[in-house]
């Protein structure tokens, strides 16, 4: 009877390390994806946070996720050495828009590596480059819930570069409304010394945000950034996260799905269609993150994180 089980035993072991062995061998034979990112950036981004991303983004690809870090000032050849060193045959290459020359000499020379821009709407007669831009229509409508939470019965002061375009500034309001929070926001740009803090019970910044931030203010921020959280005051309760690591594990999903294709194709069959040629894009949310410990109240903290978490199509038909 113990032979018995012990043989049952050995051949469920022997199973289970067959399957991890070509799990793996899966895991190591599917060619990588390569993510160019330069040395200043790594080091506000977080080393450590780098680490964690590279193995989520992994794990949700099941394939190896390769960073390429290059000098800022490096030439559009030393950038595709460095890309060439990293992987032989790369599945994927995403680059972050300040990249875009050495991108486009990347794929001259490998066309048929997919190679992607984050951070841009693509261009017309841009080439076979793919163009990821951030999708502010969601992101607005999910700062303008999670700020109404924060905010109580204060108000909240939305700080941007230049002029909010009204059409997303009534999505912001909407998404304040949708939380039954009745006090208008009030919105000023970055540049604007502002000093009526006393009736704001919550702060979105949405551009160069060093000047605020060193302020000191005890009073919660949403920050659009993919700065290091923990280089940030504890008044940053939530970030929108854009980077290109943030956005690349959805991106590639998107690409490969049947949608995006069928888009691709229709987009060749008319290549002089605006609209039709606008489907290349790929249209992604940022990636909030709402900081761990810095949530006074854990009702708030789920609250949020339900919100974050809502499909964003049930929530358009509440949007103008």
């Known amino acids: ?7 049952k035993i050995k051949i469920a072991l022997l199973v289970i390390l067959f399957f991890v062995l070509v799990t793996g061998l899966a895991f190591l034979l599917r ?3 390569l993510i160019v990112s330069d040395e200043s950036f790594d080091r506000l981004y977080g080393h450590a946070r780098l680490r964690q991303q590279r193995m989520r ?7 190896r996720v390769i960073p390429v870090s290059v000098a800022e000032t490096a030439g559009d050849d030393l950038i595709t050495i460095a890309i060439e060193g990293a992987a032989s045959s790369p599945g ?3 680059f972050p828009y300040r990249y875009l020359e050495g991108a486009n000499y990347y794929r001259e020379k490998y066309p048929d590596v997919p190679v992607f821009i984050i951070g841009s709407e693509r261009p017309r007669n841009a080439g076979p480059l793919v163009f990821v831009k951030t999708n502010v229509e969601e992101d607005t409508y999910r700062a303008g819930f999670c700020a109404a939470l924060l905010a109580g019965d204060k108000r909240v002061l939305f700080i941007g570069e230049g002029n909010v375009n009204n059409y997303y500034w009534e999505i912001f309001r909407q998404a304040l409304i949708g939380q039954d929070h009745d006090k208008n926001p009030v919105y000023i740009n970055v540049s604007a010394d502002y000093s009526s803090y006393d009736d704001v019970g919550c702060v979105v910044i949405a551009g160069p945000a060093a000047k605020y931030l060193e302020k000191n203010l005890n009073i919660p921020i949403i920050l659009f950034s ?7 005051p504890r008044s940053v309760k939530i970030i929108f996260d854009d980077s290109v690591w943030a956005l690349a594990a959805d991106v590639l999903k998107k690409y490969t799905s049947p949608e995006y294709s069928a888009e691709a194709a229709s987009a060749g ?3 002089e269609n605006s609209d039709s040629a606008q489907a290349y894009d790929i249209l992604i949310p940022s990636k909030p993150l709402v900081i761990p410990g810095r949530m006074e109240e854990k009702r708030d903290f789920r609250r949020i994180q339900r919100i974050i978490k809502e499909n964003s199509k049930k929530s358009k038909k509440n949007r103008p």
């Open 1 to 7: 009877m113990l032979r018995l089980r012990w043989k």
């Open 31 to 33: 060619s990588p994806v």
């Open 57 to 63: 983004v992994s794990m949700e690809l099941f394939r």
């Open 92 to 94: 994927m290459v995403l």
């Open 226 to 232: 993919w700065v290091d959280p923990s280089l940030t």
């Open 269 to 271: 069959e008319n290549p």
